[in-house]
């Protein structure tokens, strides 16, 4: 059972159209990060958001964070072929002494030009 | 600065035979994280260290599944005796602080025939 659920898990889009990820869960957490995966690689960072309602924005990326720090997106405007990857949401939890970060299933982007 | 580097980039053994692989993390990087991704998923922690203690081992199946981090610098992970289930991609990453980000290396591709 995952402790973030990610949804959808495909999605396959045309060059200029919008899209968003959502990831969600039951559970409370420190921060969450937002990961994209190419094939052959490891997940590389795109983000982290701390605060609940927090928003950021990475060029054509927007990160949200959900109020109750439990749930985030991923918006992508105006997606183009290089936007095409695996994007990871994982949280942490974390006490005083050590934290650990669980990933969800991912969601597998594809943009075509 | 220099990545985190693993080794076999890819391994192909049958059932029931052992396997090792190597991580050397990003220097100076206290924490060091063993991953495991089958394909379709994502990633799933399997051990955690805090320089050469382990501080979270919960998901590492410890009857076929060993690793160790002398020095507390680079580690290793092992499989003995492998089962088809254990075809995966294994991912390493260190971070510099608990809470921070993963840095990933590009992962060994194990393939259990």
């Known amino acids: 059972t995952q402790l973030l659920e990610q949804s959808p898990q495909f999605l396959s889009i045309q060059e200029g159209e919008n899209l968003t990820v959502y990831c969600n869960s039951s559970s409370v957490f420190s921060s969450l990060q937002w990961y994209r995966q190419e094939p052959g690689e490891g997940p590389v960072l795109l983000v982290t958001?701390?605060?609940?309602?927090e928003v950021k924005k990475l060029k054509r990326l927007t990160f949200q964070f959900g109020d109750a720090r439990k749930d985030s997106s991923l918006h992508i405007t105006a997606a183009q072929p290089g936007d095409t990857g695996l994007y990871l949401c994982a949280g942490w939890m974390t006490t005083d002494s050590w934290g650990k970060l669980q990933f969800g299933a991912g969601t597998q982007v594809v943009v075509t030009p | 600065e220099a990545g985190v580097a693993q080794s076999p980039r890819y391994k192909i053994i049958e059932k029931r035979q052992s396997v090792a692989f190597w991580c050397n993390p990003i220097?100076?990087?206290?924490?060091l994280y063993w991953y495991q991704q089958i394909l379709g998923q994502g990633p799933k922690l399997l051990i955690q260290?805090?320089?050469?203690?382990?501080?979270?081992d919960s998901q590492l199946p410890k009857d076929r599944f060993s690793a160790e981090r002398l020095k507390g610098v680079d580690s290793t992970l092992k499989i003995q005796p492998a089962k088809l289930e254990d075809s995966a991609v294994y991912l390493c990453a260190s971070s510099f602080i608990v809470g921070g980000e993963l840095f990933f290396g590009e992962g060994s591709r194990l393939t259990v025939l």
């Open positions: 260290f805090q320089n050469n203690g382990v501080v979270d």
């Open positions: 220097s100076g990087h206290a924490t």
């Open positions: 958001v701390v605060t609940g309602g």
